[in-house]
Nanobody, 124 residues
Framework: QVQLVESGGGLVQAGGSLRLSCVAS????????MGWFRQAPGKEREFVSG????????YYADSVKGRFTISKENGKNTVYLQMNSLKPEDTAVYYC?????????????????WGQGTQVTVSS
């Protein structure tokens, strides 16, 4: 079993920043990729960013490239998502997820453990 706990969401004005954290515990996750997804009301869950646990490869959705940065801290089993220049369309529940393999793919079916989500609201 793997437990994922997100934190760091909140309400921010457009142009502002937030940093999300995801702490992984339980079964060893060090050989797996991790990802961030988000889901806005009435929309499907979408891939935001991913990272190989070794950290040498990162991936971003086109909508967040240049604004969001994913990183990890192995010693703390923690993955971060730094979100800058936030826009109202970034408003969603953000989920951390553990990949089934070593590559952070974009499909949600490629992930087998999910956190409970953290709400991010960006006001205009």
């Amino acid at each position: 079993q793997v437990q994922l706990v997100e934190s760091g969401g909140g309400l921010v004005q457009a142009g502002g920043s937030l940093r999300l954290s995801c702490v992984a515990s339980g079964r060893t996750v060090s050989i797996y990729a991790m990802g961030w997804f988000r889901q806005a009301p009435g929309k499907e869950r979408e891939f935001v960013s991913g990272i190989r646990w070794s950290g040498e490869h990162t991936y971003y959705a086109d909508s967040v490239k240049g604004r969001f940065t994913i990183s990890k801290e192995n010693g703390k089993n923690t993955v971060y998502l730094q979100m800058n220049s936030l826009k109202p369309e970034d408003t969603a529940v953000y989920y951390c997820a553990k990949a089934r393999g070593q590559i952070a793919r974009t499909g949600s079916y490629e992930y087998d453990y999910w956190g409970q989500g953290t709400q991010v609201t960006v006001s205009s």
